[in-house]
């Protein structure tokens, strides 16, 4: 089991910066693929950004790509997703997740997540 506490979340105004954070616990990350998520609402979750656990490869979807960089600490086991230039359309409830999937872009694919942190950008 891997238990997944998302913080960091919050008010911003649009052009402004926020850091996520994503805290694991209960096991190992070795093997897994940490990724992103958000949902606004109405709307389907949608992958935002991944990052394997052991190389740190990275993974962005194209309408984050350049403005938000995913990163990982190992020694705090902790993922980090910042993101910068925020517009109003970024506005959703972010989920962290953790997945030993190949498919790393399919929500599907993860087997634990968060409880989610809300991201509002105002115009």
């Known amino acids: 089991q891997v238990q997944l506490v998302e913080s960091g979340g919050g008010l911003v105004q649009a052009g402004g910066s926020l850091r996520l954070s994503c805290a694991a616990s209960?096991?190992?990350?070795?093997?897994?693929?940490m990724g992103w998520f958000r949902q606004a609402p109405g709307k389907e979750r949608e992958f935002v950004a991944a990052i394997t656990w052991s190389g740190g490869s990275t993974y962005y979807a194209d309408s984050v790509k350049g403005r938000f960089t995913i990163s990982r600490d190992k020694a705090k086991n902790t993922v980090y997703l910042q993101m910068s230039s925020l517009k109003p359309e970024d506005t959703a409830v972010y989920y962290c997740?953790?997945?030993?999937?190949?498919?790393?872009?399919?929500?599907?694919?993860?087997?634990?997540w968060g409880q989610g942190t809300q991201v509002t950008v105002s115009s």
């Open positions: 209960g096991r190992t990350l070795s093997g897994y693929t």
């Open positions: 997740a953790a997945s030993m999937s190949s498919s790393r872009y399919v929500s599907l694919a993860y087997d634990y």
